[in-house]
């Protein structure tokens, strides 16, 4: 009977140690899908709408710019800019002056005109009160200026005679022989223009005569305590006091011309209608 011979142990590990993958095979093996997860079906169709809707978006920007930039550049061609201009109303100022000032003659754009700023520039000439401007596209504008109305004539510090208009303002020389009433602010105690300030009131009053007698009036004056009077061309004085209740004054003024005899330095007190009183020679 034969024995089988007994088994070296220590050879057969070594044949088992031998074949076990190194662990540095194990740590190189390609990862599997769990470890990456696709992403979610939303997600992915998000990504699919976003793609063609920047598309868009950016196509449309382009396209808005360009017409954009066209709009611009058409609208500061020169069929586009002011190549005609009309100035109505002026009697005082000079047209090429007010042409030269609004600087409408360097052809600005018509999208580009300021009115407001136009007005501004105008508003510099005295006797211009305000403008209006008007466009006539693609390349006309009108001017229509208004221009403030002289009702009485002062002289100023140096004794040189100026029109005056019902504000108060210098609207420059005017000829000795000007048929308007001359402005006396009896208590101006400085050489400045007082129409503007304290003796405001006999422009004003200058502006409200009647047609009645306007022209019989000579002078309108005030003194400090605001009262103010008119001497006629006769030379008759007549107190008006405060410029209020104008018109019951002025039918007072009218009555007494048309109705009596006045004596030359007659003073004939209206400062309340329905009671005058008469001072210096008898009225007859």
Same mark, same amino acid.
Request: a positive charge; aromatic letters at 6%; proline letters at 8%.
């Given at each position: 009977?034969?024995?089988?011979?007994?088994?070296?142990?220590?050879?057969?590990?070594?044949?088992?140690?031998?074949?076990?993958?190194?662990?540095?095979?194990?740590?190189?093996?390609?990862?599997?899908?769990?470890?990456?997860?696709?992403?979610?079906?939303?997600?992915?169709?998000?990504?699919?709408?976003?793609?063609?809707?920047?598309?868009?978006?950016?196509?449309?920007?382009?396209?808005?710019?360009?017409?954009?930039?066209?709009?611009?550049?058409?609208?500061?061609?020169?069929?586009?800019?002011?190549?005609?201009?009309?100035?109505?109303?002026?009697?005082?100022?000079?047209?090429?002056?007010?042409?030269?000032?609004?600087?409408?003659?360097?052809?600005?754009?018509?999208?580009?005109?300021?009115?407001?700023?136009?007005?501004?520039?105008?508003?510099?000439?005295?006797?211009?009160?305000?403008?209006?401007?008007?466009?006539?596209?693609?390349?006309?504008?009108?001017?229509?200026?208004?221009?403030?109305?002289?009702?009485?004539?002062?002289?100023?510090?140096?004794?040189?005679?100026?029109?005056?208009?019902?504000?108060?303002?210098?609207?420059?020389?005017?000829?000795?022989?000007?048929?308007?009433?001359?402005?006396?602010?009896?208590?101006?105690?400085?050489?400045?223009?007082?129409?503007?300030?304290?003796?405001?009131?006999?422009?004003?009053?200058? $502006?409200? &005569?009647?047609?009645?007698?306007?022209?019989? *009036? +000579? /002078?309108?004056?005030?003194? @400090?305590?605001?009262?103010?009077? #008119?001497?006629?061309?006769?030379?008759?004085?007549?107190?008006?006091?405060?410029?209020?209740?104008?018109?019951?004054?002025?039918?007072?003024?009218?009555?007494?011309?048309?109705? $009596?005899? &006045?004596?030359?330095?007659?003073?004939?007190? *209206? +400062? /309340?209608?329905?009671?005058? @009183?008469?001072?210096?020679?008898? #009225?007859?």
């Amino acid at each position: 009977m034969s024995r089988r011979r007994p088994v070296n142990d220590a050879s057969t590990r070594a044949r088992a140690t031998t074949t076990r993958p190194a662990p540095s095979a194990r740590a190189t093996s390609v990862p599997s899908k769990r470890d990456h997860p696709a992403p979610p079906a939303k997600a992915r169709s998000r990504q699919r709408l976003l793609g063609p809707f920047a598309k868009v978006v950016v196509v449309g920007g382009i396209l808005v710019t360009t017409v954009g930039l066209a709009g611009e550049w058409a609208l500061h061609q020169p069929f586009l800019s002011v190549q005609h201009v009309q100035v109505m109303g002026l009697r005082h100022e000079n047209a090429p002056s007010v042409l030269a000032a609004s600087e409408l003659a360097s052809h600005p754009a018509m999208f580009d005109l300021n009115t407001a700023l136009i007005e501004q520039r105008l508003s510099s000439f005295v006797w211009i009160k305000s403008v209006t401007v008007t466009k006539h596209w693609p390349s006309s504008v009108v001017l229509t200026v208004r221009e403030r109305t002289p009702v009485a004539v002062a002289f100023d510090a140096k004794h040189q005679l100026h029109y005056v208009d019902v504000t108060g303002h210098d609207l420059g020389v005017a000829p000795l022989g000007a048929n308007l009433p001359t402005l006396v602010y009896a208590s101006a105690t400085n050489k400045s223009w007082p129409f503007l300030r304290a003796g405001r009131s006999t422009a004003f009053v200058a $502006s409200q &005569l009647p047609r009645a007698f306007s022209s019989q *009036v +000579s /002078v309108i004056s005030e003194n @400090a305590a605001g009262v103010v009077s #008119l001497r006629l061309t006769t030379p008759v004085n007549f107190v008006l006091g405060p410029p209020t209740d104008l018109r019951a004054k002025f039918v007072s003024i009218a009555s007494v011309i048309a109705h $009596s005899t &006045l004596q030359a330095g007659d003073v004939v007190d *209206v +400062s /309340v209608p329905g009671a005058l @009183a008469v001072t210096g020679p008898a #009225l007859k």
